[in-house]
């Protein structure tokens, strides 16, 4: 079935560093797919996603790009700050359902 | 612009005892409507989701239940809670027919049994 795999965390990483969290995916079809962030305490938040092959979302100095060949959609950030410290799930659509991965948790400190 | 809401923000209930989360939305017209829960430290676990009013799925068969009264309105409920009910609820909606369809979600509801 479909599903996304994200890589364990937690993550901790200096401020300015540079970030990578991956995600790849199993999919029928054409899937979009998505990145979230939730923060303490808080609902999940959009945070980018690309609705087809070679497209690339970006947000906040985040970016990630569908790659369709490798079923990958690499969450990254040239320079992290204190500010992004959060869980960041990555996500798919197929057909009419949304599906989830485990969230990785990210922790940045100065 | 859409918003969503969900309360209460927090909830403290003992061990057997009824509940009724709600969540609504604004902004938008039959928007399909999903009710998640988030264990601690863990990922999320679809438990219902309705693409209309009066329209239910079920993902997760267990002791609570959910129901759509209203286009934009979504309840979380149970008639006695468990231990392992405590969580993070999350309600989400999204409007589909579209490649574009995304899941937007709400502030959640922190709930702990006792």
């Known amino acids: 079935g479909d599903s996304v795999t994200q890589m364990e965390g937690p993550v901790t990483l200096s401020e300015e560093a540079f970030l990578t969290i991956n995600c790849t995916y199993t999919?029928?079809?054409?899937?979009?797919l998505f990145w979230y962030v939730q923060y303490p305490g808080e609902g999940l938040q959009l945070l980018l996603k690309?609705?087809?092959?070679?497209d690339k979302g970006s947000n906040k100095g985040f970016e990630a790009t569908y790659r369709k060949e490798t079923t990958s959609f690499h969450l990254e950030k040239g320079s992290v700050q204190v500010s992004d410290s959060a869980v960041y799930f990555c996500a798919l659509k197929s057909g009419n359902q949304f599906y989830f991965g485990t969230g990785t948790s990210l922790t940045v400190i100065p | 612009s859409q918003t969503i809401h969900q309360w209460p923000a927090t909830l403290v209930q003992p061990v057997g005892s009824p509940l009724s989360l709600e969540c609504t939305v604004e902004g938008t017209s039959n928007p399909n409507l999903y009710w998640y829960r988030q264990a601690a430290g863990r990922g999320l676990q679809l438990l219902f989701y309705s693409v209309g009013i009066g329209q239910i799925s079920s993902e997760v068969p267990q002791n609570l239940s959910a129901s759509r009264p209203q286009d934009r309105q979504f309840i979380l409920s149970s008639k006695k809670l468990l231990l392992s009910d405590s969580g993070f609820y999350l309600c989400?909606?999204?409007?589909?027919?579209?490649?574009?369809?995304?899941?937007?979600f709400g502030p959640g509801t922190r709930l702990l049994v006792l």
């Open positions: 999919a029928t079809g054409y899937p979009s």
């Open positions: 989400a909606w999204s409007v589909g027919g579209s490649p574009q369809e995304t899941q937007y």
């Open positions: 690309a609705t087809k092959a070679d």
